[in-house]
């Protein structure tokens, strides 16, 4: 693979403004999966209103340090988390904080499209159901409208709000999961390969959506395109073998990366 | 030489085929320059065949004809004055000349005629038995022969081979399948019978069960209303449902969903075991136990509660089929992705939020398969309702009374001194075609449902 031309890596820097207070810190985090040690102490910081991606090659730990930010790693047995991961400023992983409020403030969206066996009207307003955020239907109501229109699927959809969520295609359904995620306004949205199962048109949509989303949001996203890293985020993250390699403005990354690992990676000699 | 030796003699010679064909391939193979068609096994195996499969053939088809051919020879050669017997007396006549025969359980004086009948049949005997010999070892020879001068390059041997043995397997698979229509046939047929004495009308529809058995002679046929018990049925498995479906359920959720995979794999055989138990111990048990205990409770409450009644045979019935329902329930709430689980969580919900409003409706159409599956199993059960559910077959709606099922009747119609003949019997087979078209279609329902369901994530 070449490098990145630079005129890609341009287009997210002008269009929106970093903001320098973090939102979550991971501070040396480390995870095991029995004593296998699959995170092996990783700083990272997550600005606010920033789009950051973690590359990295297959089986290095991206998803499971995505997934110790929402505290997902929970639902799995014998896997166990080192470290702290604060909110504003909060630890997540204190035994007083309650896990439902971390997963409505940190939304996530999976690798494969995974719509509830529900109409798609019912999708979306699972979460705010479960949270109470809506005072009546037509409340309801508007919150739907207003994640699908954010989400672009509004207008593929009106017409169809009760139909199974199933029946939608592929990219329809990812988006569908991201109207479900932002429905429950979080403030920080994880992403773990939201376009691995889409087609390029299908991507470029979600791609569109993750800019504008970055306006209000803080997004975290794997991904294993080095264009789409570089077309979407503002940093990019290096991981190699459970350990943070390298974190830095993702022009930087791309043309002046400073670990030679990183380089190799990204230049196509490795992964 | 009786007839196992016969067929060990005949396999043995099927092995020495098999030889020859395997040496006689090898030969061919060596002066030929073409290629031979299969590997030697298969021209073996051919061999064998032939060998085998005419012999056994004739062998068959012997056994069916050889008794009535000889029958009818030692009958025509019988005095004069015995020509016209009927039918059932010379079938007895015919197992005395056999005793006679062999020399072993005659009872009474042997008259001349008979000992003349009897050696006649011993000597038709033993020449049967030689021309069968005869016969099979000849075709077997004949088929080793042919086979043999067959083998060539161009002997397509593996093809023959292969057809033959997808031919027995279809024959075994047949086997199977016919057993299953002939016992319906024959079931249907005796219902049949059954309703020339009664119409199917007072029989689907009356209210009363009152068979009155023939010996007693009381004149009328009495009455064979199905409603009592079909309605007894219905009870007690109601009652087993509600209590197998929700401890049942609960188990596989906990089982699916909390348990840690520990527990779980000790847990589950554990319960399983509970559908192994015979039906005659869980029987015993309701009878002696759990019986006396409702009746002790009811007395406590001041209500009268029977020691056999529905309430009993439907509570231990339920007990037996709780690993019914959790063990199917389970395999279907685990093949429910994790993706959508953890799609839910993601969103915030806690896990019994996400089994109630994702994962149960994503299962529930194999979940009701599965609770159809242990209805149809319950309707069917016999053991427990004969000893726990006090039988009586009356038409009423407290299940702390007693009552009779279909099962239960066709046991009563069936044991002690019937006349298999008489409607007091035959209802049986009306009442096991009832019960079987209704397990069958439970079934159905059931077994589509889940196919179903299972369609949906593949
Ligand atoms: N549930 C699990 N149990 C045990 N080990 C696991 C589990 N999930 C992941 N691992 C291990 O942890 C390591 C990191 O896995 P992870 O899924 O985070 O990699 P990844 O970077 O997301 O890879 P990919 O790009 O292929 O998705 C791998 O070695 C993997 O085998
Ligand atoms: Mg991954």
Sequence with gaps: MKMISPDVIGQRKESSEVASKAKMSARSVRVFYSEVEAIKGIDLDIMENEVIAFIGPSGCGKSTFLRTLNRMNDTI??????????????????????????????????????????????????????????????????????????????????????????????????????????????????????????????????????????????????????????????????????????????????????????????????? | MNNLTLIAGLLMLMAVAYQIGLMRSRAVARTDSERMHSRPVYYGWLVALWCGVPALFVFGLWSLLEPAVIRSIVIGALPAELADMPAQQVSVLMNRLGHIASGFGVAGEVAPWEAAAAEQLTRLQAISQLAKIALMASLAMAGVLMARRHIRPSLRARNHVEKVIAALLAICAGVAVLTTVGIVFSMFGEAMHFFSFVSPMEFFFGTTWNPRFSTTGAGGQGEFGLLPLLWGTLMVSIIALLVAVPIGLMTAIYMAEYAPSWLRSVAKPVIEVLAGIPTIVYGVFALMVVGPFFASVGDMLGIQIRATSALTAGFVMGVMIIPFVSSLSDDIITQVPQSLRDGSLGLGATRSETIRQVVLPAALPGIVGAFLLAASRAIGETMIVVLAAGNSPVLHANPLEAVSTVTVTIVNQLTGDTDFASPQSLVAFALGLTLFVITLALNVVALYIVRKYREQYD
């Design chain 1, 77 to 271: 047995e014998d896997c166990r988390v080192e470290g702290t991961v604060t909110l504003d400023g909060q630890d997540i992983y204190d035994p007083s904080l309650d896990v439902v409020m971390l997963r409505a403030q940190v939304g996530m969206v999976f690798q494969k499209p995974n719509p509830f066996p529900k109409s798609i009207y019912d999708n979306v307003a699972y979460g705010p159901k479960l949270h109470g955020l809506a005072r009546g239907r037509g409340d309801l109501d508007e919150i739907v409208e207003n994640s699908l229109r954010r989400a672009g699927l509004w207008d593929e959809v009106k017409d169809r709000l009760d139909k199974p969520g199933t029946g939608l295609s592929g990219g329809q359904q990812q988006r569908l999961c991201i109207a479900r995620a932002i429905a429950v306004s979080p403030e920080v949205i994880l992403m773990d390969e939201p376009c691995s199962a889409l087609d390029p048109i299908a991507t470029a949509k979600i791609e569109e959506l993750i800019d504008e989303l970055s306006s209000q949001y803080s997004i975290a996203i794997v991904t294993h395109s080095m264009q789409q890293a570089a077309r979407v985020s503002d940093r990019t993250a290096y991981f190699h073998l459970g350990e943070l390699i390298e974190v830095n403005n993702t022009e930087k990354v791309f043309t002046q990366p400073d670990h030679h690992l990183t380089e190799a990676y990204i230049t196509g000699r490795f992964g």
